[in-house]
């Protein structure tokens, strides 16, 4: 069996992580493989999942709540970045309106 999940390429050398690290970590503890596609794929954005149908069912979730946590640091690395410039009602803004 096979499932994808999408993400920017410019995640995929998080995921993957030094050397592999985390790529080898997610495939034993999960028994899937996973593929990530080459610079020169097509379509780049594309992971491709590979296994018994659990073991997809968790790589994917791992692979997904990975993308998640990038998403929430880069979203905080920007909003320190903004804070910076135009200072803490930035933030509280943010806080108080989550769902912007």
């Given at each position: 069996m096979m499932a994808?999940?999408?993400?920017n390429p410019?995640?995929?050398r998080f995921l993957i992580g030094r050397n592999g690290v985390n790529l080898r970590e997610i495939s034993e503890r999960t028994g899937a493989r996973i593929v990530f596609p080459s610079q020169s794929d097509h379509d780049n954005d594309?992971?491709?999942?590979?296994?018994?149908?659990?073991?997809?069912?968790r790589?994917?979730?791992e692979l997904e709540s990975r993308i998640k946590d990038l998403v929430f640091l880069l979203i905080v690395r920007f909003i320190?970045?903004?804070e910076h410039v135009a200072g803490p009602s930035v933030r509280?803004?943010?806080?108080q309106a989550p769902n912007l």
């Open positions: 994808e999940v999408r993400v410019s995640f995929h594309c992971i491709l999942i590979i296994g018994q149908q659990d073991s997809i069912g790589a994917k979730a320190g970045g903004i509280l803004c943010l806080v």
